[in-house]
């Protein structure tokens, strides 16, 4: 039995800490690749923090959170698996999982992902030197992948409409009223069908390989709801450039879009975090959002703020 990472590390905050240093990590991922009989260079481990995600030479280890840490009740590691090998027999370009298993430490257990490294850029760093005819490019193949992954799924990750998301911790800084018109919301509305969504959706999550052509990392966020449930990562990626969301969505500027966008930060996972963030940029007291319509009227505010500032 292994002892990587001592007991005092089922305290959130000191994870979070531990989980942006390379050093702490580098017995664990050294163990991971002598396993699989992997080539491993200490020199070559390189880490962007605050993810438990490092490179050693061509290759990606993705360290999960250890589940009797219980810092998630999401099972990250089987949605992330699922969902990269749904999404490469629909043909999206995806890292090869090359291994992926469990290391059991003493106290706690290590779900883990080894992929191939794609060598490219994220979008979010190519994205401000594109010219107008690259970001039309960007936001084509943007939608082509989100219509191609926006399908029926058939495999067993996390619903949206699951109790345990819709009653999160995460949505307790909410006012009370919007609260419970969001559960009745949930609980009414007449959605379109339920289909696959990456879940982070962010230009982040995208790498524009040598080709130029879009690959799509960071499954763990993965769930079964309407395709607009990406909308608002999406609203992100394209950089609420109004060339790019001419492209991506047409003709955005109606009720009908503003009304699928506010479904799509009702039923996000990390939803009322983000309308906190909302509401922080543009200055708005967080008790006034009360209603849905009062979340509409802020996202449009936002919107226009965001795009023409």
Avoid at 47 to 68: D, L, M, Q, S
Avoid at 279 to 304: E, P, R
Wanted: glycine residues 4%; charged residues 25%.
């Amino acid at each position: 039995m292994k002892n990587f990472f001592t007991e005092a590390m089922i305290n959130g905050d000191i994870w979070y800490r531990l989980r942006q240093s390379k050093e702490n990590f580098i017995p664990l991922i050294k163990y991971i690749y002598e396993t699989n009989k992997l080539k491993f260079n200490e020199a070559s481990v390189n880490h962007e923090p605050p993810y438990a995600v490092f490179r050693v030479e061509n290759t990606i280890v993705k360290i999960f959170n250890p589940p009797e840490a219980k810092f998630w009740n999401e099972p990250e590691y089987d949605t992330e698996l699922k969902a990269m090998k749904f999404c490469k027999n629909l043909g999206v370009l995806t890292p090869d999982i090359i291994c992926n298993g469990i290391v059991y430490d003493s106290i706690y257990s290590f779900p883990y992902i080894v992929m191939n490294y794609i060598d490219g850029v994220d979008a979010e760093k190519a994205m401000p030197a594109f010219n107008h005819a690259e970001k039309v490019e960007f936001a084509l193949k943007l939608k082509e992948l989100k219509n191609k992954i926006s399908c029926a799924a058939g495999i067993e990750i996390m619903r949206c409409d699951d109790p345990d998301r819709i009653n999160h911790n995460l949505w307790n800084h909410m006012p009370e009223p919007f609260k419970e018109e969001r559960k009745r919301y949930i609980a009414n509305a007449n959605f379109s069908e339920f289909v696959f969504n990456h879940g982070d959706l962010n230009d982040s999550n995208i790498i524009i390989d040598k080709q130029g052509r879009l690959n799509l990392i960071d499954f763990a966020e993965s769930v079964i709801a309407p395709s607009c449930y990406d909308w608002g990562s999406i609203l992100y990626c394209l950089g609420y450039e109004p060339v790019m969301m001419d492209v991506f969505f047409g003709d955005y500027k109606n009720d009908s879009f503003y009304e699928m966008l506010t479904a799509s930060y009702i039923l996000h996972f990390w939803g009322g975090v983000h309308i906190g963030e909302i509401a922080n940029d543009i200055g708005i007291d967080i008790a006034g959002i009360t209603s849905i319509n009062a979340l509409k009227n802020m996202l449009i505010k936002w919107l226009d703020i965001k795009m023409y500032r």
